[in-house]
């Protein structure tokens, strides 16, 4: 994998070695993407929106596994990660309307927390020299992740709205 700018501040990873697993963190952040997009689609109540919606779960799906799910199994992950999406929604709305924010507020946030996540890992592994994946796995620190939604706290006050 190396390093290409994108612009004058992105900075991208390009797959340089194509038999490289994919790292627990990159594929999670990528489904939480999709869960995350699922909800928006939802919220958004749009027919075409729902559509591209269920046709990315289908293609994450199909660009993540290394074998072909029968059926029934690709029927049950698709249907997991919309109920996902319907849970996500759900949640987004209590959580709005509990903090005076809307919908859209509180699923940005969301993908930022999963991006930010994804992020905190890459500097770990960048840190540690890029382990392999049996090395990243047996140096865990007990399963406990970063605080991903320390970078939205930054600009909230104590109640959660923004600090202008």
């Known amino acids: 994998m190396s390093r290409e700018r994108g612009g004058p501040e992105r900075t991208f990873l390009r797959m340089t070695d194509e038999h490289r697993t994919p790292r627990p963190e990159d594929?999670?952040?990528?489904?939480?993407?999709?869960?995350?997009?699922e909800a928006a689609a939802l919220h958004s109540g749009d027919e075409a929106a729902l559509d591209a919606s269920e046709q990315n779960i289908r293609d994450t799906i199909d660009e993540m596994i290394?074998?072909?799910?029968?059926?029934?199994?690709?029927?049950?992950?698709?249907?997991?990660?919309?109920?996902g999406g319907t849970l996500t929604a759900g949640l987004s709305g209590a959580l709005a309307a509990q903090a005076g924010r809307t919908v859209d507020d509180i699923l940005e946030g969301a993908a930022r927390s999963v991006v930010w996540q994804q992020r905190l890992a890459d500097e770990r592994a960048d840190a540690a020299g890029r382990p392999d994946h049996d090395d990243e796995l047996r140096d865990r620190s007990g399963g406990q992740r970063e605080d991903a939604g320390g970078q939205q706290r930054e600009h909230r006050d104590d109640a959660g709205h923004d600090e202008d």
């Open 27 to 37: 594929d999670a952040a990528r489904l939480g993407l999709v869960v995350v997009g």
């Open 66 to 83: 290394d074998e072909p799910l029968t059926p029934r199994q690709e029927q049950v992950v698709e249907r997991l990660a919309a109920a």
